[in-house]
Nanobody, 119 residues
């Protein structure tokens, strides 16, 4: 079974840090593009970050650029999201995603992990 499983969410005070992990299984992920998205109640899903198969190219959403860092360890089939200087508006369910499509459209999603930032 091909799946992505996120972990590392929780409650943190504003200004704090969290590191999310997403473990992939059931397929070779070393040749995929991996990403993180988030969604808050009543809001549309928001792009957070993506990373190329080699890790050599990363892209970030404007709201997290400079505070979050995406990385991957292909040997462990895991992608990470280091979140620093967290703000209450970062509160959301965070999802990791994978794609092997040339279009870059993500088509495999994890179940999500809750991140809550208190003020």
């Amino acid at each position: 079974q091909v799946q992505l499983v996120e972990s590392g969410g929780g409650l943190v005070q504003a200004g704090g840090s969290l590191r999310l992990s997403c473990a992939a299984s059931g397929r070779t992920f070393s040749n995929s593009v991996l990403g993180w998205f988030r969604q808050s109640p009543g809001k549309e899903r928001e792009f957070v970050a993506r990373i190329s198969w080699s890790g050599g190219s990363t892209t970030y959403g404007s709201s997290v650029k400079g505070r979050f860092t995406i990385s991957r360890d292909n040997g462990k089939n895991t992608v990470y999201l280091q979140m620093n200087s967290l703000k209450p508006e970062d509160t959301a369910v965070y999802y990791c995603a994978a794609t092997w499509r040339l279009s870059g459209e993500f088509d495999l999603w994890g179940q999500g992990t809750q991140v809550t930032v208190s003020s």
